[in-house]
């Protein structure tokens, strides 16, 4: 069949579009865009940081929340510290009601000392970035300090009633190794509460929205 030239040429482009149509189809092929689609999520799901939320958007309550802060937590460090000096050091106060107030004077400071400097450092440098370790680590901390101090008060008030109830049973039942025993049982369903929350929070899968990182509050 003899093909004028236009005709020609309209076939030829014809041939042409439908042979980069295929190479077209060949380059972008299911499998190829559906790695390439797991490796740009799987890019995109690295999380390095969080952003917390502020708690004043402007610059002058952002400075009264650090003087409060700084007010605050120096109250209560030297409170904790001037009774756990008094405490090691007084040998009068070597009984068991106070070795367990030691020990819930010691869970007081572990969750002030946690959380505290960083919002102290997010209102005076207007920041808000954690880091994901940073994060991870200080709620492993704070929850390991509160929940050490939930048994420690059950202790302290089952000091209380042994002491009022059975006085001359005091000195046995609330011996120097039965209450080293409680403490230490304190602390490890402390440290265990919070390893399990810890683990089971930074394995859910985060999603973030319209912000340049995942947002906690």
């Known amino acids: 069949m003899v093909l ?5 040429s309209v076939r ?4 042409s579009s439908k042979r980069n149509l295929s190479s077209a189809v060949i ?8 790695n390439v689609w797991r490796k740009q999520m799987s ?3 690295s999380i390095s940081h969080f ?3 502020p708690l004043a958007d402007t610059r002058q309550l952002q400075l009264l929340h650090f003087c409060l802060f700084l007010g605050i937590s120096l109250a209560a460090l030297l409170a904790n510290g001037l009774i756990i000096s008094a405490v090691a050091c007084g040998h009068l106060l070597h009984t068991p009601m106070f070795f367990f107030l030691l020990n819930l004077a010691l869970t007081d400071l572990g969750s002030i000392l946690t959380t505290v400097p960083k919002a102290m450092h997010n209102s005076l440098w207007d920041t808000r970035n ?3 370790e940073g994060c991870a ?3 492993f901390l704070f929850v390991f300090f509160i929940s050490a101090e939930v048994p420690l008060l059950t202790i302290m008030c089952y000091d209380r009633y042994v002491s009022i109830c059975k006085p001359l049973h005091y000195g046995t039942l609330l011996g120097s190794r039965a209450c080293a025993h409680m403490a230490a049982a304190a602390w490890a369903s ?10 089971n929070t930074f394995s859910l899968p985060l999603c973030q929205g319209n912000v340049p990182g995942p947002v906690l509050l």
Do not use: C, H, M
Request: zero cysteines.
């Open 4 to 8: 004028s030239g236009r005709e020609w």
């Open 43 to 45: 890019n995109s799901s």
């Open 51 to 53: 952003l917390l939320l």
């Open 12 to 15: 030829k482009g014809f041939d």
């Open 130 to 132: 954690i880091s994901y």
């Open 137 to 139: 680590v200080q709620l």
């Open 190 to 199: 402390g440290f265990l509460y919070a390893l399990l929350l810890t683990a």
């Open 27 to 34: 380059v972008f092929s299911p499998a190829k865009g559906s």
